[in-house]
């Protein structure tokens, strides 16, 4: 998921979305209370799943290991066909 996130094109969108979220929420106080009350029920169901999941997690952890080695396989493949995911937005 980090490499993903880390590519220009992925991390220049990802910005562009969360800038144009808060002009939204900075410009419209009735879309700012809603939004402050969905991000604290989100952090707060965040913080529940993952102390619930985390045992599950140290079960998992040979199996998802595998499959983050076949993921990065992947994106290796991925950015070899597509070298336009290393370029910034604004040269795509």
């Known amino acids: 998921v980090s490499r993903v996130a880390d590519l220009p094109l992925v991390s220049g969108a990802c910005g562009a979305v969360a800038a144009a979220y808060t002009s939204t929420k900075e410009r419209h106080p009735r879309v700012r ?8 029920g989100v952090k707060t169901l965040t913080t529940a799943a993952l102390s619930g999941a985390q045992p599950l997690l140290t079960r998992l952890e040979p199996q998802i290991s595998t499959a983050n080695e076949f993921a990065c396989k992947g994106l290796d493949k991925l950015e070899e066909k597509l070298p336009i995911l290393q370029q910034p937005p604004e040269r795509v």
């Open 33 to 40: 209370s809603v939004c402050d009350a969905a991000e604290k």
